[in-house]
């Protein structure tokens, strides 16, 4: 059964309190993001937590592999990051940072050409662009 909120399945995966978190070659600073790091323990793989996810949750499937699947919530501004029973869960202050973390995940996980269709500006069109700043 789903987690009717992303504060429940918080408290089901992730027991430690999230940390500061920054963009890539950012420092990590108070009102950015936070991130909360956690297990998906050692059954079920990503199906577990396929299906507990709450609503709003939606696979980037151009993000995921045999060992990677990647969720993201816009309304929460949340990136979910499912890797061989590791859960990282980031929550961005805004849209602004939250569309420049997709746009910097694509570099990680794409190739450059792949990539360049993943800036923050094209990032939000894809996406539905329907949060504010």
Same mark, same amino acid.
């Given at each position: 059964?789903? !987690? ?18 920054? *963009?890539? /070659? ?6 950015? #993001?936070?991130? =909360? ?18 609503? #709003? ?18 309304? !929460? &501004?949340?990136?979910?990051? =499912? !890797?061989?029973? /590791? ?11 939250? =569309? ?6 694509? &570099? ?20 539905? #662009?329907? *949060? #504010?700043?």
């Amino acid at each position: 059964m789903p !987690c009717a909120t992303l504060d429940q399945f918080i408290g089901v995966f992730f027991p430690n309190p999230p940390h500061p978190f920054g *963009l890539p /070659d950012e420092p990590a600073a108070p009102g950015r #993001g936070v991130i =909360y790091r956690g297990s998906a323990g050692f059954s079920g793989g990503d199906n577990s937590v396929r299906r507990m996810l709450p609503p #709003g949750f939606t696979e980037v499937e151009e993000f995921s592999d045999a060992f990677r699947t990647v969720w993201t919530n816009e309304q !929460c &501004r949340a990136i979910l990051t =499912y !890797c061989e029973g /590791d859960l990282d869960l980031t929550i961005d202050r805004n849209a602004d940072l939250f =569309y420049s973390r997709l746009s910097s995940a694509a &570099r990680f996980y794409l190739s450059e050409s792949a990539a360049r269709k993943w800036t923050p500006e094209t990032a939000r069109a894809q996406r539905g #662009g329907t *949060l #504010g700043t």
